[in-house]
């Protein structure tokens, strides 16, 4: 009766074990070369933050079943967590991607996850960028079918599964998305550039026909866009390089009209050199819609005759825009 007891209660201690396992996840690492904390977040929510002791850290956590993202220091690498896992991770932080290997429940999606950023590393983003139409749309649809084939793999949990195609499909079409609009923006070269006829910030309004006879380098920025501000100040170094030369640098602001004083006040604070201008309708000016612009800042070359040079221009920043000023001007 004593064994019968005891045997029963085992089992009931067991079973409660395994169902409460299952209400969460376990993680746990051994990090070589590491900072002494590491945090878990969700689409750039923090879910959680871990004290790494000598390089090592065990965690329970309760999640939904999706992917997250564990950050160590600088670096962070894709996690799929879901509630029952005992998943352990072995890394060294200074070959990060490289040395991520994943053992336990949970292993072969992590695995997964692993392999699959250091193929999205092998990629040449800008060779694909660059590539005429047909050869774009045949390396785009190799890359989707063999990342795709990745996930017919038995090991891998149906959930897991459906998380990561729509991740893969939504990834590879965001890409040909952007080389659909560079494109499209490709094929304004060579055009006459659409007018315009903006408040002028120092008085009045001025149109792009005003400035015939002169090359025209445009900033589509707004006070509001922290990339734009960025690059203001190799603006100006490339305003004082070539003030002499034939060109005119001009900066349209597509802030809303409401902010006009702020833009104003930003002009004058800043210092800001060049024509500065204020298009009519924010986003929506018609200028701004020819041109397809999705994001800024956004810089446009235009040539003495009104013709379009390159309708997505180098910034200011880039390396590469001395040397086509320098084509074009000398």
Request: net charge neutral; with cysteine; aromatic share 10%.
């Amino acid at each position: 009766m004593k064994k019968l007891f005891l045997t029963v209660t085992t089992l009931l201690l067991t079973a409660a074990a395994i169902g409460q396992s299952k209400e969460y996840a376990t993680f746990s690492a051994t990090i070589a070369n590491g900072p002494n904390e590491a945090t878990i977040t969700s689409r750039g929510k923090l879910i959680k933050k871990i004290n790494v002791k000598n390089g090592v850290f065990k965690d329970t956590l309760r999640v939904k079943d999706g992917l997250y993202e564990l950050h160590i220091g600088e670096e962070y690498t894709d996690l799929y967590l879901k509630n029952g896992f005992d998943l352990k991770m072995k890394m060294d932080v200074n070959q990060f991607d490289e040395s991520i290997v994943y053992e336990g429940s949970g292993a072969a999606e992590n695995n997964f996850l692993a392999k699959q950023i250091l193929l999205d590393e092998k990629l040449d983003f800008a060779a694909l960028m660059a590539s005429n139409e047909t050869d774009f749309n045949a390396k785009y649809n190799e890359i989707l079918k063999s990342n795709l084939a990745r996930l017919e793999d038995k090991n891998l949990s149906a959930s897991f599964v459906t998380i990561e195609k729509k991740q893969i499909e939504m990834k590879y079409g965001q890409l040909k998305m952007m080389y659909d609009q560079a494109l499209q923006t490709k094929k304004l070269n060579n055009t006459t550039a659409p007018s315009f006829d903006y408040v002028n910030y120092k008085g009045g309004k001025s149109k792009l026909e005003d400035f015939r006879g002169k090359f025209v380098y445009i900033d589509l920025w707004a006070t509001w866009c922290g990339p734009c501000r960025a690059e203001i100040p190799f603006l100006k170094d490339v305003e004082k390089k070539y003030h002499e030369k034939n060109i005119v640098f001009m900066s349209i602001s597509i802030d809303k009209q409401t902010d006009m004083e702020k833009w104003k006040k930003m002009v004058k604070d800043k210092e800001l050199g060049g024509v500065q201008l204020f298009a009519d309708n924010d986003w929506n000016s018609k200028f701004v819609q020819d041109f397809k612009v999705t994001g800024i800042p956004r810089f446009i070359l235009i040539d003495p005759n009104g013709k379009v040079v390159n309708a997505d221009a180098p910034r200011p920043s880039s390396p590469e825009l001395a040397s086509v000023f320098d084509k074009l001007l000398n």
